[in-house]
C-alpha cells in the first residue's frame, strides 16, 4: 500500500498542525525529554505498600548486574531491552512492576583494569599496598561506575533507579557474610589443598566454570620412559602379554614405556605411572620403577581404577600436582605430589636446573627438544582439543596444586535440581531445562577463594598463637581470637569469587538477612532474563542459593536469549574489531529503532546478526518502523483534529464493515501479543505488532476512512471513523509501548480523549489493551479480506498491463457469492478510492472483448476490461519482441548445456548457474506469452 498522505483531512475545530508535531520524527528530541520526564513524575518507582498494604499483584525482576565499571554493549542492548519490555508491559497490566538496578564489583576484571593503569604509570599494587590500592580501585569505580547505568537510561530501561544497588555496598556485604558464616557453620564451606584452575595472568584461581574451554590445534606427543636394568624381565613379561606401551630400544639395549601427553613441560614433575588393576597386560609392571628422563629420578608404576584399560594403551603418566585425576590417583596410591611450576607458570626450582626459569610454552619446546637428542621421543599427532582459558584475560589456564576455599554444592543442588524436574522453575527456550538438570546432576565443589585484593574479603581469622592456632568465620572483624583471646589474628588474605555475592543477588538488594518490607513484598520474584553462557556461573547459584536461605526459587521463568553475532556470525569482541556501541546507534537513529531492532530478531533459540560495517542498514528495521508509526500518528491526528471525540458506544450504529473489521483485527492481536509475551515469544510480539500497525492499520484502515473523516458520506459516518480511528490508534500505541516506548508516548499524549472518560495519568501506566471477544466478528473480517483481495488483485493487473494508475476502471465479476456481492455495492466508494474502480458489473458470461483475468479465492473471476486503457498493438509488438529476445538467450543457455565437455568441464557452481539462467529465461518467456495471448483474445 501506499504511503498515508501527510495532508490533513479538513475536521472542525482547532487545526492540529506541524507545529504541534513536526513533519519528521527526531528521536533526539523527544526521548530524553521523554525518559525525564517520567523520573520525576516516579513513573517507575514501586514501593512495598502497593503489595502488603494494597494489595496489588508484584512482578519482579533483578536485572544482571554489569560490571561496574563496563560501558554499554549489544549484549547488554539486548538483554535489557527484552527485560525492559516485560516490565513495562506488566506495568500497564496494573501489577506493582519492579526493576531493580545495580552494578557487580567484577573483581578480577575491575582488579585487571586498575592494575593496568598503575603499569602504565610504572607502578604495581604491590608498591602501593593492598590498602592504599583498594581505595585506588574505589575511586576509579566512582570516576567510571555509573557510565553503563546512564547508558541503560538512554535506551529506555525503566528501572527503578531509586533501588540500584551495588555488590559492595554495605547492605550486601554484609548479606556475603552471613551466607559465608552460616555455610561454614554447616559444613559446607571447607578450605582444602586441591587441584584448581588457575589463570598465570590474573594471579588467581578460578572455578570450573570460569574456566572456559577453547578448541585449539595442539599435538598428542609421544614420550618414551626407560626401564632400569632390573625392570626388564617385567618389561619382557608385560609385552608378551600384549602392553602395547612397553617397547624395546634397537639392538637390545633395553626396554621403555611409551606414555602420551599434550603437555609434555608436565613431565618433570610426574611421579609415577599408571595402570588398571585388572589390567592383565600390565601386572607384571606394577610395582616396577621406571627412569623418568631428563630428571634422574625414578618413579613407581601403581594400579588404579580411574584407569581405562580400553583408552589408548592402558597407561598414563601421572603428574599429581597438575592434573586433577592425577592428584587424585596419588592421593589413593601414595605418590609423591610435585609442584614444578610457579604461580606465574614459570618452572620452578623443583624442576632440573636447565628448564628453571622457562615460561611453560618455551618450556614445553625445550623438553621436546630434549627428548629428540637423547632418543626418547617416539613422535607426535596432531590433536585438536578442549584448552580451558581464563574467562577475563583469555589466558591459558593452569591446572595448580592450591590451598583454597571450597563449597559443598551437592546438598545446595539436590533442592535446585528438583525445582526443574517438578516445574516449579521454567526455562525458556526449554531445551536448556536438559542442561541445566545435566550440569546439577554432576555438579562439582565450588571454588570461592581468588588471590585478589578487590572484593569481598573472606571473613575468617586466623589466630597467631602457637598455643592454639585456631581459624574462626565471623560476621564482624575480629581483633582477638574467640577460643583462646589473643590478639595476634590475621585475616584470610584472599577474597571471595566475585559470584558469591551475585549468587544472593535477588534477596540481598532486598535487605536480606533483615526481614524487610521490600523483601516480603518482592521475594521471590517472577523472570530471570540472561543469556545462557552464565546458566551456571549465575542462574544455577541463585536458584541453589534461594533454596538454601529463602526456601524457594528467587524466581519462576529464566529467559536466555540468544547472542548478538555480526553478520558472519561471529560473536561480537574488541578483539575482533567487529563490536556496535549501542550509544551510536542511539545517537543516530534513536532508542526506539535499537530496541525494535534487536527485538524484531529475538527468536526462541536464536543468535541476532548486526553488520557492524553497515549500521544504517542493521538498524533500517527499527528506523523505518519509528518513522511508519510517527507518520501514520502525525496524519491520524491531523486528519482527526482536536474535536470531541465520542465513545465506541455512542456510534455503534453507524460503523461500517472497515471499522467492525479493524476492531476485530485489533482485538485478535491484543490477544495474540499478551499471549506471546506470555510465553516470551518476543520475535512474534513484534511481528503481530508490526502486522497489525503497519499491514491492518496504516496500509488499509487509514486509506478506507480518508473520505469519511473529510464528512463525504455524511456526519454519521465521520464521527464513527473518528471514534473507531482514536480507539484503535490509542491500543495500537499502548501496545506497541513497550516495544517502542519513546515515540509511542510521545504521539499518546497528543491524542484527544473520549468525552466522559478519564484519561490514565501517562502511558507507562495505561492499561494493557485486553482482547476483547465481543468485537471479533468473523464476518467483518471475511468480507474486508474479500475486498482486500479485490483491491490487491486489480492493482496487480493494472500495473501488469501498464493501466494507468489514474485511469477508472469497470470490473466484471462472474460466480461471486451473493454475501460477496453485497459487500462489494456497499464498498463502492471504497473500491474507487483505492482502485479507481468506477462500476462493477456481476454478469455470468465473463465479460466481453480483450482483457485481464485473475481469479479470487472464493471463486469469483475477476475480468478487467484492455480496451481503451492501452494501445493493444504497440502492447503486442512490444511482447512479440521481448519473446524473441528471449527465445535467443534461452536457445544460447541451452546449446551450452547441451554440450557434453561444458557440463563435464566447467565446475558444478558454473554448471549450477547456467540451467538457473535458462530457467529464469523460460519462465520469463511463458509468462509474456500468456499476457500476449490475453492481449490477442477477440
Same mark, same amino acid.
Not at 536485572?63 to 554499554?72: C, D, E, F, M, Y
Not at 563449597?407 to 521454567?426: F, H, N, Y
Not at 541476532?608 to 553497515?614: K, S, T
Given at each position: 500500500?501506499?504511503?498515508?498522505?501527510?495532508?490533513?483531512?479538513?475536521?472542525?475545530?482547532?487545526?492540529?498542525?506541524?507545529?504541534?508535531?513536526?513533519?519528521?520524527?527526531?528521536?533526539?528530541?523527544?526521548?530524553?525529554?521523554?525518559?525525564?520526564?517520567?523520573?520525576?513524575?516516579?513513573?517507575?518507582?514501586?514501593?512495598?505498600?502497593?503489595?502488603?498494604?494494597?494489595?496489588?499483584?508484584?512482578?519482579?525482576?533483578?536485572?544482571?548486574?554489569?560490571?561496574?565499571?563496563?560501558?554499554?554493549?549489544?549484549?547488554?542492548? $539486548?538483554?535489557?531491552?527484552?527485560?525492559?519490555?516485560?516490565?513495562?508491559?506488566?506495568?500497564?497490566?496494573?501489577?506493582?512492576?519492579?526493576?531493580?538496578?545495580?552494578?557487580?564489583?567484577?573483581?578480577?576484571?575491575?582488579?585487571?583494569?586498575?592494575?593496568?593503569?598503575?603499569?602504565?604509570?610504572?607502578?604495581?599494587?604491590?608498591?602501593?599496598?593492598?590498602?592504599?590500592?583498594?581505595?585506588?580501585?574505589?575511586?576509579?569505580?566512582?570516576?567510571?561506575?555509573?557510565?553503563?547505568?546512564?547508558?541503560?537510561?538512554?535506551?529506555?530501561?525503566?528501572?527503578?533507579?531509586?533501588?540500584?544497588?551495588?555488590?559492595?555496598?554495605?547492605?550486601?556485604?554484609?548479606?556475603?557474610?552471613?551466607?559465608?558464616?552460616?555455610?561454614?557453620?554447616?559444613?559446607?564451606?571447607?578450605?582444602?589443598?586441591?587441584?584448581?584452575?588457575?589463570?598465570?595472568?590474573?594471579?588467581?584461581?578460578?572455578?570450573?566454570?570460569?574456566?572456559?574451554? =577453547?578448541?585449539?590445534?595442539?599435538?598428542?606427543?609421544?614420550?618414551?620412559?626407560?626401564?632400569?636394568?632390573?625392570?626388564?624381565?617385567?618389561?619382557?613379561?608385560?609385552?608378551?602379554?600384549?602392553?602395547?606401551?612397553?617397547?624395546?630400544?634397537?639392538?637390545?639395549?633395553?626396554?621403555?614405556?611409551?606414555?602420551?601427553?599434550?603437555?609434555?613441560?608436565?613431565?618433570?614433575?610426574?611421579?609415577?605411572?599408571?595402570?588398571?588393576?585388572?589390567?592383565?597386560?600390565?601386572?607384571?609392571?606394577?610395582?616396577?620403577?621406571?627412569?623418568?628422563?631428563?630428571?634422574?629420578?625414578?618413579?613407581?608404576?601403581?594400579?588404579?581404577?580411574?584407569?581405562?584399560?580400553?583408552?589408548?594403551?592402558?597407561?598414563?603418566?601421572?603428574?599429581?600436582?597438575?592434573?586433577?585425576?592425577?592428584?587424585?590417583?596419588?592421593?589413593?596410591?601414595?605418590?609423591?605430589?610435585?609442584?614444578?611450576?610457579?604461580?606465574?607458570?614459570?618452572?620452578? +626450582?623443583?624442576?632440573?636446573?636447565?628448564?628453571?626459569?622457562?615460561?611453560?610454552?618455551? %618450556?614445553?619446546?625445550?623438553?621436546?627438544?630434549?627428548?629428540?637428542?637423547?632418543?626418547?621421543?617416539?613422535?607426535?599427532?596432531?590433536?585438536?582439543?578442549?584448552?580451558?582459558?581464563?574467562?577475563?584475560?583469555?589466558?591459558?589456564?593452569?591446572?595448580?596444586?592450591?590451598? =583454597?576455599? &571450597?563449597?559443598?554444592?551437592?546438598?545446595?543442588?539436590?533442592?535446585?535440581?528438583?525445582?526443574?524436574?517438578?516445574?516449579?522453575?521454567?526455562?525458556?527456550?526449554?531445551?536448556?531445562?536438559?542442561?541445566? +538438570?545435566?550440569?546439577?546432576?554432576?555438579?562439582?565443589?565450588?571454588?570461592?577463594?581468588? =588471590?585478589?585484593?578487590?572484593?569481598?574479603?573472606?571473613?575468617?581469622?586466623?589466630?597467631?598463637?602457637?598455643?592454639?592456632?585456631?581459624?574462626?568465620?565471623?560476621?564482624?572483624?575480629?581483633?582477638?581470637?574467640?577460643?583462646?583471646?589473643?590478639?595476634? !589474628?590475621?585475616?584470610?588474605?584472599?577474597?571471595?569469587?566475585?559470584?558469591?555475592? #551475585?549468587?544472593?543477588?535477588?534477596?540481598?538488594?532486598?535487605?536480606?538477612?533483615?526481614?524487610?518490607?521490600?523483601?516480603?513484598?518482592?521475594?521471590?520474584?517472577?523472570?530471570?532474563?540472561?543469556?545462557?553462557?552464565?546458566?551456571?556461573?549465575?542462574?544455577?547459584?541463585?536458584?541453589?542459593?534461594?533454596?538454601?536461605?529463602?526456601?524457594?526459587?528467587?524466581?519462576?521463568?529464566?529467559?536466555?536469549?540468544?547472542?548478538?553475532?555480526?553478520?558472519?556470525?561471529?560473536?561480537?569482541?574488541?578483539?575482533?574489531?567487529?563490536?556496535?556501541?549501542?550509544?551510536?546507534?542511539?545517537?543516530?537513529?534513536?532508542?526506539?529503532?535499537? @530496541?525494535?531492532?534487536?527485538?524484531?530478531?529475538?527468536?526462541?533459540?536464536?543468535?541476532?546478526?548486526?553488520?557492524?560495517?553497515?549500521?544504517?542498514?542493521?538498524?533500517?528495521?527499527?528506523?523505518?518502523?519509528?518513522?511508519?508509526?510517527?507518520?501514520?500518528?502525525?496524519?491520524?491526528?491531523?486528519?482527526?483534529?482536536?474535536?470531541?471525540?465520542?465513545?465506541?458506544?455512542?456510534?455503534?450504529?453507524?460503523?461500517?464493515? %472497515?471499522?467492525?473489521?479493524?476492531?476485530?483485527?485489533? #482485538?485478535?492481536?491484543?490477544?495474540?501479543?499478551?499471549?506471546?509475551?506470555?510465553?516470551?515469544?518476543?520475535?512474534?510480539?513484534?511481528?503481530?505488532?508490526?502486522?497489525?500497525?503497519?499491514?491492518?492499520?496504516?496500509?488499509?484502515?487509514?486509506?478506507? !476512512?480518508?473520505?469519511?473523516?473529510?464528512?463525504?458520506?455524511?456526519? /454519521?459516518?465521520?464521527?464513527?471513523?473518528?471514534?473507531?480511528?482514536?480507539?484503535?490508534?490509542?491500543?495500537?500505541?499502548?501496545?506497541?509501548?513497550?516495544? !517502542?516506548?519513546?515515540?509511542?508516548?510521545?504521539?499518546?499524549?497528543?491524542?484527544?480523549?473520549?468525552?466522559? #472518560?478519564?484519561?490514565?495519568?501517562?502511558?507507562?501506566?495505561?492499561?494493557?489493551?485486553?482482547?476483547?471477544?465481543?468485537?471479533?466478528?468473523?464476518?467483518?473480517?471475511?468480507?474486508?479480506?474479500?475486498?482486500?483481495?479485490?483491491?490487491?488483485?486489480?492493482?496487480?493487473?493494472?500495473?501488469?498491463?501498464?493501466?494507468?494508475?489514474? /485511469?477508472?476502471?469497470?470490473?466484471?465479476?462472474?460466480?461471486?457469492?451473493?454475501?460477496?456481492?453485497?459487500?462489494?455495492?456497499?464498498?463502492?466508494?471504497?473500491?474507487?478510492?483505492?482502485?479507481?474502480?468506477?462500476?462493477?458489473?456481476?454478469?455470468?458470461?465473463?465479460?466481453?472483448?480483450?482483457?485481464?483475468?485473475?481469479?479470487?479465492?472464493?471463486?469469483?473471476?475477476?475480468?478487467?476490461?484492455?480496451?481503451?486503457?492501452?494501445?493493444?498493438?504497440?502492447?503486442?509488438?512490444?511482447?512479440?519482441?521481448?519473446?524473441? @529476445?528471449?527465445?535467443?538467450? $534461452?536457445?544460447?543457455?541451452?546449446?551450452?548445456?547441451?554440450?557434453? =565437455?561444458?557440463?563435464?568441464?566447467?565446475? %558444478?557452481?558454473? !554448471?549450477?548457474?547456467?540451467?538457473?539462467? %535458462?530457467?529464469? &529465461?523460460?519462465?520469463?518467456?511463458?509468462?509474456?506469452?500468456?499476457?500476449?495471448?490475453?492481449?490477442?483474445?477477440?
Amino acid at each position: 500500500m501506499t504511503e498515508p498522505s501527510a495532508e490533513p483531512v479538513s475536521t472542525p475545530g482547532p487545526d492540529l498542525s506541524a507545529g504541534a508535531l513536526p513533519p519528521r520524527l527526531d528521536p533526539a528530541a523527544i526521548e530524553k525529554p521523554l525518559y525525564a520526564r517520567a523520573l520525576e513524575r516516579g513513573l517507575f518507582h514501586e514501593s512495598p505498600g502497593a503489595v502488603l498494604d494494597e494489595g496489588v499483584d508484584p512482578y519482579a525482576i533483578v536485572i544482571p548486574p554489569p560490571n561496574v565499571t563496563a560501558v554499554l554493549h549489544m549484549g547488554h542492548g $539486548l538483554n535489557n531491552t527484552v527485560q525492559d519490555v516485560l516490565i513495562r508491559w506488566r506495568r500497564m497490566e496494573g501489577r506493582a512492576a519492579l526493576w531493580v538496578p545495580g552494578t557487580d564489583h567484577a573483581g578480577i576484571a575491575t582488579q585487571n583494569v586498575v592494575e593496568r593503569i598503575l603499569r602504565e604509570g610504572g607502578q604495581t599494587r604491590f608498591d602501593l599496598g593492598r590498602d592504599a590500592f583498594v581505595e585506588r580501585v574505589w575511586a576509579f569505580v566512582g570516576e567510571t561506575g555509573g557510565t553503563i547505568l546512564e547508558q541503560l537510561k538512554a535506551i529506555g530501561a525503566s528501572c527503578d533507579w531509586e533501588r540500584t544497588a551495588f555488590t559492595l555496598d554495605p547492605g550486601l556485604s554484609r548479606a556475603v557474610r552471613e551466607v559465608f558464616v552460616r555455610l561454614y557453620e554447616k559444613g559446607l564451606i571447607y578450605r582444602g589443598e586441591y587441584i584448581i584452575n588457575w589463570c598465570p595472568r590474573c594471579g588467581t584461581a578460578l572455578s570450573n566454570e570460569e574456566a572456559e574451554g =577453547q578448541e585449539v590445534d595442539g599435538h598428542l606427543h609421544s614420550l618414551r620412559y626407560p626401564l632400569p636394568e632390573a625392570s626388564w624381565p617385567a618389561a619382557a613379561a608385560a609385552r608378551d602379554a600384549g602392553a602395547t606401551a612397553v617397547g624395546r630400544f634397537e639392538e637390545g639395549k633395553g626396554w621403555y614405556l611409551t606414555v602420551s601427553t599434550t603437555r609434555p613441560e608436565t613431565m618433570l614433575g610426574d611421579t609415577g605411572v599408571a595402570v588398571h588393576p585388572g589390567d592383565t597386560r600390565y601386572a607384571a609392571l606394577v610395582g616396577v620403577e621406571v627412569e623418568l628422563p631428563l630428571t634422574g629420578r625414578r618413579i613407581p608404576v601403581v594400579a588404579d581404577d580411574w584407569v581405562d584399560p580400553e583408552f589408548g594403551t592402558g597407561m598414563v603418566k601421572v603428574t599429581p600436582a597438575h592434573d586433577p585425576n592425577d592428584f587424585e590417583i596419588a592421593r589413593r596410591t601414595g605418590l609423591e605430589v610435585l609442584n614444578v611450576l610457579t604461580p606465574e607458570a614459570i618452572l620452578n +626450582e623443583s624442576a632440573p636446573e636447565r628448564f628453571r626459569g622457562m615460561d611453560r610454552f618455551q %618450556a614445553r619446546k625445550a623438553v621436546v627438544a630434549a627428548l629428540r637428542e637423547e632418543g626418547l621421543f617416539a613422535g607426535q599427532d596432531p590433536h585438536r582439543h578442549s584448552v580451558p582459558h581464563c574467562y577475563r584475560c583469555d589466558t591459558v589456564v593452569e591446572p595448580r596444586l592450591s590451598e =583454597q576455599w &571450597f563449597v559443598r554444592m551437592k546438598p545446595l543442588a539436590e533442592p535446585a535440581l528438583a525445582a526443574s524436574r517438578d516445574g516449579t522453575i521454567r526455562f525458556h527456550p526449554s531445551h536448556w531445562t536438559k542442561v541445566y +538438570e545435566e550440569w546439577m546432576e554432576n555438579i562439582r565443589d565450588w571454588c570461592i577463594s581468588r =588471590q585478589l585484593w578487590w572484593g569481598h574479603r573472606i571473613p575468617v581469622w586466623y589466630c597467631r598463637n602457637p598455643v592454639c592456632g585456631e581459624m574462626s568465620a565471623s560476621r564482624e572483624d575480629l581483633t582477638a581470637c574467640p577460643i583462646c583471646g589473643s590478639e595476634k !589474628v590475621e585475616q584470610d588474605p584472599d577474597v571471595l569469587d566475585t559470584w558469591f555475592s #551475585s549468587w544472593l543477588w535477588p534477596f540481598s538488594v532486598f535487605g536480606w538477612p533483615e526481614e524487610t518490607e521490600d523483601l516480603k513484598a518482592f521475594y521471590p520474584g517472577h523472570t530471570l532474563v540472561t543469556a545462557p553462557e552464565i546458566l551456571f556461573f549465575w542462574v544455577a547459584r541463585m536458584i541453589m542459593a534461594g533454596y538454601e536461605f529463602q526456601g524457594e526459587a528467587p524466581f519462576r521463568d529464566v529467559f536466555l536469549h540468544g547472542t548478538v553475532r555480526d553478520a558472519k556470525g561471529r560473536k561480537m569482541s574488541k578483539s575482533l574489531g567487529n563490536g556496535i556501541d549501542p550509544m551510536e546507534v542511539v545517537e543516530q537513529f534513536g532508542a526506539d529503532a535499537l @530496541r525494535y531492532t534487536v527485538l524484531s530478531m529475538c527468536g526462541v533459540g536464536t543468535d541476532i546478526h548486526l553488520d557492524h560495517e553497515d549500521l544504517e542498514g542493521a538498524f533500517a528495521p527499527g528506523r523505518n518502523f519509528a518513522n511508519k508509526l510517527w507518520n501514520a500518528g502525525r496524519f491520524t491526528l491531523m486528519s482527526v483534529g482536536e474535536g470531541p471525540v465520542k465513545p465506541l458506544s455512542e456510534v455503534e450504529e453507524a460503523l461500517e464493515t %472497515a471499522d467492525r473489521w479493524i476492531l476485530s483485527r485489533f #482485538s485478535r492481536s491484543a490477544s495474540a501479543m499478551t499471549d506471546g509475551l506470555e510465553r516470551f515469544r518476543i520475535h512474534d510480539v513484534v511481528d503481530r505488532g508490526h502486522h497489525l500497525f503497519w499491514g491492518d492499520f496504516a496500509d488499509w484502515y487509514l486509506e478506507v !476512512v480518508k473520505g469519511r473523516l473529510r464528512g463525504e458520506e455524511g456526519e /454519521a459516518s465521520r464521527e464513527a471513523a473518528r471514534s473507531v480511528l482514536v480507539h484503535v490508534f490509542d491500543g495500537i500505541l499502548r501496545l506497541l509501548h513497550p516495544l !517502542v516506548p519513546f515515540v509511542t508516548e510521545y504521539l499518546w499524549d497528543r491524542i484527544p480523549w473520549p468525552e466522559a #472518560s478519564d484519561r490514565p495519568e501517562a502511558l507507562p501506566l495505561a492499561p494493557w489493551p485486553a482482547g476483547d471477544p465481543a468485537r471479533v466478528d468473523p464476518e467483518a473480517e471475511a468480507d474486508f479480506a474479500a475486498l482486500q483481495e479485490l483491491v490487491t488483485v486489480v492493482r496487480s493487473l493494472r500495473k501488469e498491463y501498464g493501466v494507468g494508475e489514474g /485511469a477508472p476502471v469497470t470490473l466484471a465479476l462472474t460466480g461471486a457469492p451473493e454475501r460477496f456481492q453485497t459487500a462489494v455495492a456497499a464498498e463502492a466508494p471504497r473500491l474507487w478510492q483505492l482502485a479507481r474502480v468506477k462500476e462493477v458489473e456481476f454478469s455470468g458470461g465473463g465479460g466481453a472483448g480483450v482483457g485481464a483475468t485473475a481469479i479470487l479465492q472464493n471463486g469469483s473471476q475477476v475480468f478487467l476490461p484492455l480496451e481503451g486503457l492501452v494501445d493493444l498493438e504497440q502492447e503486442r509488438a512490444r511482447l512479440r519482441k521481448e519473446i524473441q @529476445r528471449l527465445d535467443g538467450q $534461452l536457445v544460447g543457455a541451452e546449446k551450452k548445456l547441451a554440450n557434453e =565437455q561444458f557440463i563435464g568441464r566447467a565446475p %558444478a557452481e558454473v !554448471v549450477a548457474k547456467e540451467r538457473e539462467k %535458462a530457467a529464469v &529465461f523460460r519462465d520469463q518467456r511463458d509468462k509474456l506469452q500468456e499476457k500476449l495471448q490475453v492481449l490477442e483474445a477477440e
